[in-house]
């Protein structure tokens, strides 16, 4: 239990403030284990927010598309993760800030809206379309 408020998704009881995220993550067809809110107590510098992706090549997918979409991507990295019980695929988790230090932005809130195609073509983390 991460100490986290608990909400039903559509896969999987998951941390109230990424559900969103990883209902577009896996509406994109991207297979997910674990994941995070992030965020922290008060007076303590916050935990960061992850999502353990199945797969190295799905993790890989969740940023290569962000990228792609935004400059978010410099926010997040990646960390190569143990096969599960020694068997399957290597997977990989990936991290980045709740709140990103230089604008007070959700950084979670960002993605979402990156992964739910509500990304406002006037934000100044969206990427051109070229």
Not at 7 to 30: F, M, N, P, Q
Not at 66 to 72: A, D, K, L, Q
Not at 83 to 92: D, K, L, Q, T, Y
Request: one cysteine or more.
């Amino acid at each position: 239990m991460s100490g986290h408020e608990q909400v039903k998704a559509s896969r999987a009881t998951v941390d109230k403030g990424i559900v969103g995220l990883l209902e577009a993550v896996w509406a994109a067809g991207l297979e997910t284990q674990f994941s995070c809110q992030g965020g922290g107590l008060p007076g303590r510098p916050p935990a960061p927010a992850s999502i353990t992706f199945a797969t190295v090549d799905d993790a890989l997918r969740f940023m290569r598309a962000t990228m792609e979409r935004s400059y978010w991507y410099n926010r997040l990295t990646m960390q190569l993760a143990e096969p599960i019980e020694n068997f399957g695929p290597v997977r990989a988790h990936v991290h980045w800030p709740a709140i990103d230090d230089h604008t007070g932005d959700s950084v979670t809130a960002a993605l979402t809206n990156i992964w739910a195609g509500r990304q406002r073509p006037d934000d100044v983390f969206t990427r051109a379309r070229r």
